[in-house]
């Protein structure tokens, strides 16, 4: 792609950065706004840098938040006592969108993966623990990948959590999850949150 | 009952366009070596299981300069008429159509048109690693049980996992014996399952391969297969925890399915060490017929054999032996290739069986 203007062409080049974004769109992304006013590109522009600079992560659950503690965590008709532990943010948004889970949730931030260099020290297990004891939680809900990796993030949080009245479940399963499950439809996801099941049943031993 | 009809190749291989009917049940290609006898009957395989037996990539088989192939196959299956289609497309996208319909779950396509593939480089069966035989059985009982090719996927993901983690215990990062605990419970669900498997299956299959060993080399040959696994004697339990310490020092797993064989004697010495080239081929037969007798069980129906230049450096009794099987007791579709018309038409004359000669130059 050849370009007349040096700005034009490092504008292109930061969009084409994004995923899912190609040359083509990069350009036509910059050209529409090319066609708009200053001033709304720079409310634009200074929308993204203020998110990026502001946005926190809620210390109690990890997902992302304005404040000091996320809205969903500060919301008192949550129930506290059940957390839903996820790997990522996408998964929150996912299973926030179907309007079902009245519990508060747990970002892990990834699963169990000596293959990848993911230990239990890099997920956010320690926290989870101690947000068990100081509650204390009645029932933690897994929405993990159907993975070994995340096979192995459930028994090994079981483990360290070994708590007589601690109910573990995970969500019934045959969906993707870690960030594939926004793509998993509302209905379907909803279902498989009510029809969760104790770990014991998990797997067949 | 299973047969190919017709099968027609655009730029596979050495092919630019030819396309070839089958209305009989056995079907025999001729030529001289380099002539493309084997790419017609991967095409065939191609058919049944989407891709090559050779194990060469799709893009390989792409015929040069050109971009693309496709193969076009009409079946008669119990009086129904069937197509599957293997379309490369130019970009190296595959496609493959049942009945005119793509398929997105290319598994999910094989199991329905069962075949069974000899060709003279499957000696490594026979001589190679344990590592081919294990292949064999676990292609086998994954046609057969879908569970199992769900454990044996597990088990090999939990294998990989467990060696990381004993490589970055011995470098002393990731200290965490309760993840080993973890992913070992793990392993031991898959492992034994697995086991399960191999030794049901292994008992009458051994039995199997036996008979038809006897049958193709003339019953004077004392053949002993077992089935070895260290699960026989042990606890899979056991073994990864007395292997513990010597597996962080090795910072893999020592021990498990993953190093299960089947062992084989000739007499009273390893098949391997004294077996001569005929007994070897005769074993590699033996095993093959087995499998296809295993799958003609379930499916209710003959698959396929394809056997490519099987009659090299086999000796006339084992050749007649062989075929006496596979041309009047076996009642399915069979292809076969081999480079000396006149040895094809002798032994066919003699079964006084009728089959199709295509000569290719
Ligand atoms: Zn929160």
């Known amino acids: ?205 | 009952m299973l047969h190919l009809e017709h099968i027609s190749l655009t730029q596979f291989r050495n092919y630019d366009k030819v396309s070839f009917g089958f209305p009989g049940r056995i079907t025999a290609f001729c030529g001289p070596n380099g002539v493309g006898k084997t790419n017609i009957l991967d095409a065939i395989y191609y058919l049944c299981f989407t891709r090559s037996y050779s194990g060469r990539t799709d893009s390989s088989s792409v015929r040069i300069d050109s971009a693309g192939f496709r193969i076009d196959g009409r079946w008669n299956r119990d009086g129904q008429h069937h197509s599957t289609v293997c379309i490369l497309r130019e970009s190296g996208k595959k496609e493959f159509q049942v009945d005119n319909e793509s398929i997105t779950r290319f598994s999910g396509h094989i199991g329905h048109y069962p075949a069974v593939m000899i060709t003279p480089d499957d000696i490594e069966l026979i001589s190679g690693s344990s590592e081919e035989r294990r292949r064999f059985i676990d292609t086998l009982l994954s046609q057969l049980y879908r569970e199992y090719l769900e454990h044996l996927i597990r088990y090999g993901k939990l294998l990989t996992e467990r060696n990381s983690l004993l490589k970055r215990m011995s470098e002393g990062v990731m200290n965490d014996s309760g993840l080993l605990d973890v992913l070992d419970e793990q392993l031991i669900n898959h492992g034994n399952a697995i086991f399960l498997f191999r030794k049901n299956f292994s008992a009458e299959f051994i039995s199997g391969t036996s008979q038809y060993y006897q049958n193709i080399s003339g019953g004077n040959e004392k053949i002993s297969i077992s089935y070895r696994s260290v699960l026989t004697e042990h606890s899979f339990e056991q073994v990864l925890k007395t292997n513990r310490s010597k597996d962080l020092a090795l910072q893999r797993t020592s021990s498990g399915v993953h190093r299960d064989d089947l062992e084989i004697f000739l007499g009273e010495f390893p098949f391997k060490m004294v077996a001569s080239q005929g007994q070897r081929k005769s074993l590699l037969f033996a095993l093959k017929l087995a499998e296809f007798e295993t799958l003609k069980a379930m499916k209710g129906f003959s698959p396929l054999l394809l056997l490519d230049d099987i009659f090299e450096k086999l000796d006339e009794q084992r050749m007649m032996n062989l075929l006496h099987w596979v041309c009047e007791k076996n009642e399915g579709q069979v292809f076969l290739t081999d480079t000396h018309q006149e040895r094809i038409r002798s032994i066919m004359n003699k079964f006084k069986i009728e089959y199709q000669l295509i000569i290719l130059e």
Do not use: W
């Open chain 1, 1 to 205: 792609m050849q370009f007349s203007s040096q700005l034009l062409e490092s504008a292109v080049n930061a969009f084409a950065q994004l995923p899912g974004i190609g040359k083509k769109t990069a350009l036509r992304l910059v050209l529409h706004l090319l066609k708009q006013e200053n001033s709304q590109v720079e409310q634009f522009s200074e929308t993204i840098a203020s998110m990026r600079k502001n946005i926190r992560f809620c210390s109690m659950c990890f997902n992302i938040s304005d404040t000091e503690i996320c809205s969903i965590c500060s919301n008192p008709s949550r129930k506290k006592e059940m957390i839903c532990v996820v790997e990522t943010i996408r998964d929150v948004i996912a299973i926030e969108s179907t309007q079902q889970f009245n519990g508060v949730y747990h970002v892990l931030g990834g699963v169990i993966s000596p293959l990848d260099g993911v230990g239990p020290d890099q997920l956010k297990i320690e926290s989870l623990h101690n947000r068990v004891k100081t509650i204390p939680a009645e029932e933690l809900i897994f929405a993990l990948s159907p993975t070994i990796q995340g096979d192995t993030t459930i028994y090994y949080i079981q483990k360290k959590l070994q708590q007589d009245k601690l109910k573990i479940t995970t969500i019934a399963r045959g969906i993707s999850f870690g960030g594939e499950l926004e793509y998993a439809d509302e209905m379907t996801l909803a279902r498989s949150l009510q029809n969760r099941q104790p770990l014991e049943h998990y797997v067949s031993r």
